[in-house]
T-cell receptor
Protein backbone atom coordinates (compact mmCIF):
# COMPACT_ATOMS: atom_id res chain seq x y z
CA UNK A 1 0.00 0.00 0.00
CA UNK A 2 0.89 3.66 -0.02
CA UNK A 3 0.83 6.49 2.50
CA UNK A 4 1.06 10.09 1.33
CA UNK A 5 1.61 12.93 3.82
CA UNK A 6 1.58 16.65 3.20
CA UNK A 7 0.78 19.71 5.34
CA UNK A 8 -2.86 20.69 5.57
CA UNK A 9 -2.52 24.43 5.13
CA UNK A 10 0.12 27.03 4.26
CA UNK A 11 0.08 30.80 3.88
CA UNK A 12 2.54 32.86 1.84
CA UNK A 13 2.89 36.43 0.62
CA UNK A 14 2.37 37.60 -2.95
CA UNK A 15 5.70 37.69 -4.79
CA UNK A 16 7.39 35.29 -2.39
CA UNK A 17 8.53 31.67 -2.79
CA UNK A 18 6.79 28.76 -1.10
CA UNK A 19 7.76 25.10 -0.81
CA UNK A 20 5.12 22.42 -0.26
CA UNK A 21 6.51 19.14 1.01
CA UNK A 22 5.23 15.63 0.49
CA UNK A 23 6.50 12.39 1.99
CA UNK A 24 5.44 8.98 0.86
CA UNK A 25 5.84 5.35 1.82
CA UNK A 26 5.21 3.00 -1.02
CA UNK A 27 6.45 -0.23 -2.52
CA UNK A 28 7.15 -0.50 -6.22
CA UNK A 29 7.36 3.26 -6.56
CA UNK A 30 6.73 4.36 -10.11
CA UNK A 31 6.47 8.13 -9.95
CA UNK A 32 5.05 11.11 -8.10
CA UNK A 33 2.52 13.65 -9.37
CA UNK A 34 1.53 17.13 -8.27
CA UNK A 35 -1.91 18.50 -9.10
CA UNK A 36 -3.44 21.94 -8.50
CA UNK A 37 -7.08 22.25 -7.53
CA UNK A 38 -8.91 25.55 -7.20
CA UNK A 39 -11.97 25.59 -4.99
CA UNK A 40 -14.94 24.03 -6.75
CA UNK A 41 -12.89 22.95 -9.75
CA UNK A 42 -11.24 19.76 -10.99
CA UNK A 43 -7.59 18.97 -10.24
CA UNK A 44 -5.20 19.92 -13.03
CA UNK A 45 -1.84 18.31 -13.70
CA UNK A 46 1.28 20.25 -12.69
CA UNK A 47 4.21 17.83 -12.75
CA UNK A 48 5.40 14.25 -12.79
CA UNK A 49 8.72 13.05 -11.32
CA UNK A 50 10.02 9.52 -11.64
CA UNK A 51 13.78 10.21 -11.39
CA UNK A 52 15.62 12.04 -8.61
CA UNK A 53 16.15 15.72 -9.08
CA UNK A 54 14.43 18.95 -9.92
CA UNK A 55 12.00 19.49 -12.79
CA UNK A 56 11.35 23.14 -13.63
CA UNK A 57 8.35 24.53 -15.46
CA UNK A 58 8.22 28.29 -15.39
CA UNK A 59 7.31 29.48 -11.90
CA UNK A 60 6.68 25.92 -10.69
CA UNK A 61 9.34 23.31 -9.93
CA UNK A 62 9.05 19.83 -8.46
CA UNK A 63 11.75 17.85 -6.71
CA UNK A 64 12.00 14.14 -5.94
CA UNK A 65 14.30 12.08 -3.74
CA UNK A 66 13.43 8.41 -4.11
CA UNK A 67 15.85 7.29 -1.40
CA UNK A 68 14.20 9.63 1.12
CA UNK A 69 10.62 9.12 -0.05
CA UNK A 70 10.32 12.87 -0.35
CA UNK A 71 9.12 15.41 -2.87
CA UNK A 72 8.40 19.10 -2.87
CA UNK A 73 6.62 21.58 -5.08
CA UNK A 74 8.27 24.99 -5.29
CA UNK A 75 6.24 28.01 -6.38
CA UNK A 76 8.11 31.22 -7.20
CA UNK A 77 6.86 34.80 -7.63
CA UNK A 78 3.58 33.89 -6.01
CA UNK A 79 0.42 35.39 -7.42
CA UNK A 80 -3.00 35.64 -5.86
CA UNK A 81 -4.32 33.15 -8.41
CA UNK A 82 -1.95 30.52 -6.97
CA UNK A 83 -4.26 30.23 -3.96
CA UNK A 84 -5.49 26.66 -4.32
CA UNK A 85 -5.05 23.15 -2.97
CA UNK A 86 -1.97 21.27 -4.11
CA UNK A 87 -2.32 17.51 -4.26
CA UNK A 88 0.59 15.11 -4.06
CA UNK A 89 -0.11 11.68 -5.59
CA UNK A 90 2.01 8.55 -5.76
CA UNK A 91 2.09 5.85 -8.39
CA UNK A 92 3.01 2.33 -7.36
CA UNK A 93 3.42 -0.49 -9.84
CA UNK A 94 0.40 -0.62 -12.10
CA UNK A 95 -2.11 0.55 -9.51
CA UNK A 96 -3.90 3.87 -9.92
CA UNK A 97 -2.73 7.05 -8.26
CA UNK A 98 -3.04 7.42 -4.50
CA UNK A 99 -3.63 11.01 -3.45
CA UNK A 100 -2.66 12.85 -0.29
CA UNK A 101 -5.19 15.09 1.47
CA UNK A 102 -3.84 18.15 -0.27
CA UNK A 103 -2.23 21.34 0.99
CA UNK A 104 -4.43 24.42 0.94
CA UNK A 105 -2.23 27.40 0.01
CA UNK A 106 -3.43 30.92 0.72
CA UNK A 107 -1.56 33.76 -0.97
CA UNK A 108 -1.95 37.09 0.82
CA UNK A 109 -1.07 40.60 -0.25
CA UNK B 1 -15.47 19.63 -27.38
CA UNK B 2 -12.24 18.63 -25.66
CA UNK B 3 -11.08 17.07 -22.42
CA UNK B 4 -13.31 15.35 -19.91
CA UNK B 5 -16.90 16.45 -19.42
CA UNK B 6 -19.35 15.52 -16.69
CA UNK B 7 -23.09 15.97 -16.34
CA UNK B 8 -24.89 17.12 -14.38
CA UNK B 9 -22.64 19.62 -12.61
CA UNK B 10 -24.94 19.79 -9.60
CA UNK B 11 -27.44 17.24 -8.34
CA UNK B 12 -29.75 17.18 -5.35
CA UNK B 13 -31.52 13.92 -4.68
CA UNK B 14 -33.54 12.26 -1.98
CA UNK B 15 -32.50 9.00 -0.38
CA UNK B 16 -35.09 7.01 -2.33
CA UNK B 17 -34.24 8.45 -5.76
CA UNK B 18 -32.33 6.81 -8.59
CA UNK B 19 -30.05 9.00 -10.66
CA UNK B 20 -27.02 8.60 -12.91
CA UNK B 21 -23.86 10.62 -13.36
CA UNK B 22 -22.33 10.76 -16.81
CA UNK B 23 -18.73 11.24 -17.87
CA UNK B 24 -17.35 11.54 -21.38
CA UNK B 25 -13.72 11.86 -22.44
CA UNK B 26 -12.61 13.21 -25.81
CA UNK B 27 -8.91 12.40 -25.42
CA UNK B 28 -8.75 8.91 -26.88
CA UNK B 29 -7.72 7.47 -23.53
CA UNK B 30 -8.10 3.80 -22.59
CA UNK B 31 -8.76 4.08 -18.85
CA UNK B 32 -11.43 5.92 -16.86
CA UNK B 33 -11.92 6.47 -13.15
CA UNK B 34 -14.51 7.57 -10.61
CA UNK B 35 -13.33 9.44 -7.51
CA UNK B 36 -15.19 10.77 -4.49
CA UNK B 37 -13.96 13.99 -2.87
CA UNK B 38 -15.38 14.90 0.54
CA UNK B 39 -14.42 17.92 2.57
CA UNK B 40 -11.03 17.60 4.29
CA UNK B 41 -10.43 14.09 2.96
CA UNK B 42 -8.16 12.92 0.16
CA UNK B 43 -9.52 11.95 -3.20
CA UNK B 44 -10.94 8.45 -2.81
CA UNK B 45 -10.70 6.15 -5.77
CA UNK B 46 -13.99 4.32 -6.33
CA UNK B 47 -13.76 2.50 -9.64
CA UNK B 48 -11.28 1.99 -12.46
CA UNK B 49 -12.03 0.83 -15.97
CA UNK B 50 -9.22 -0.15 -18.28
CA UNK B 51 -10.11 -1.05 -21.86
CA UNK B 52 -13.77 -1.04 -20.77
CA UNK B 53 -13.22 -3.69 -18.11
CA UNK B 54 -13.52 -2.93 -14.43
CA UNK B 55 -10.13 -3.54 -12.84
CA UNK B 56 -10.64 -2.06 -9.41
CA UNK B 57 -13.50 -1.62 -6.99
CA UNK B 58 -12.34 -0.17 -3.70
CA UNK B 59 -14.98 -1.65 -1.42
CA UNK B 60 -17.58 0.79 -2.63
CA UNK B 61 -21.15 0.20 -1.36
CA UNK B 62 -23.48 -1.46 -3.83
CA UNK B 63 -25.68 1.63 -3.93
CA UNK B 64 -23.03 2.94 -6.37
CA UNK B 65 -23.00 1.03 -9.65
CA UNK B 66 -20.60 1.93 -12.47
CA UNK B 67 -21.07 1.28 -16.16
CA UNK B 68 -18.59 1.69 -18.99
CA UNK B 69 -20.30 1.01 -22.34
CA UNK B 70 -17.25 2.09 -24.38
CA UNK B 71 -13.86 3.68 -23.88
CA UNK B 72 -15.24 7.22 -24.08
CA UNK B 73 -18.17 6.99 -21.68
CA UNK B 74 -18.50 6.19 -18.01
CA UNK B 75 -21.60 6.26 -15.84
CA UNK B 76 -22.19 6.08 -12.11
CA UNK B 77 -25.67 4.88 -11.23
CA UNK B 78 -26.91 5.99 -7.82
CA UNK B 79 -29.63 4.27 -5.80
CA UNK B 80 -30.82 4.65 -2.21
CA UNK B 81 -27.99 6.96 -1.21
CA UNK B 82 -27.25 8.22 2.28
CA UNK B 83 -26.59 11.83 3.38
CA UNK B 84 -22.93 10.96 3.94
CA UNK B 85 -22.66 10.25 0.22
CA UNK B 86 -22.92 13.99 -0.41
CA UNK B 87 -19.61 14.95 -2.05
CA UNK B 88 -17.93 16.01 -5.27
CA UNK B 89 -17.73 13.10 -7.70
CA UNK B 90 -14.89 13.40 -10.15
CA UNK B 91 -14.31 11.45 -13.31
CA UNK B 92 -10.83 11.13 -14.81
CA UNK B 93 -9.22 9.45 -17.78
CA UNK B 94 -5.70 8.43 -18.69
CA UNK B 95 -3.74 6.65 -21.37
CA UNK B 96 -2.07 3.69 -19.73
CA UNK B 97 1.22 3.12 -21.48
CA UNK B 98 4.82 3.03 -20.33
CA UNK B 99 5.27 4.79 -17.03
CA UNK B 100 2.92 7.67 -17.67
CA UNK B 101 -0.41 7.56 -15.88
CA UNK B 102 -1.24 11.27 -15.89
CA UNK B 103 -4.94 11.62 -15.22
CA UNK B 104 -7.16 14.29 -16.72
CA UNK B 105 -10.10 15.23 -14.55
CA UNK B 106 -13.57 16.40 -15.41
CA UNK B 107 -15.17 19.34 -13.57
CA UNK B 108 -17.06 17.05 -11.22
CA UNK B 109 -20.66 16.63 -10.11
CA UNK B 110 -21.55 18.22 -6.78
CA UNK B 111 -24.01 15.77 -5.22
CA UNK B 112 -26.22 16.58 -2.26
CA UNK B 113 -28.31 13.81 -0.72
CA UNK B 114 -31.23 15.04 1.37
Amino acid sequence: GQNIDQPTEMTATEGAIVQINCTYQTSGFNGLFWYQQHAGEAPTFLSYNVLDGLEEKGRFSSFLSRSKGYSYLLLKELQMKDSASYLCAGLSGNTPLVFGKGTRLSVIA
Amino acid sequence: ETGVTQTPRHLVMGMTNKKSLKCEQHLGHNAMYWYKQSAKKPLELMFVYSLEERVENNSVPSRFSPECPNSSHLFLHLHTLQPEDSALYLCASSQEEGNSYEQYFGPGTRLTVT
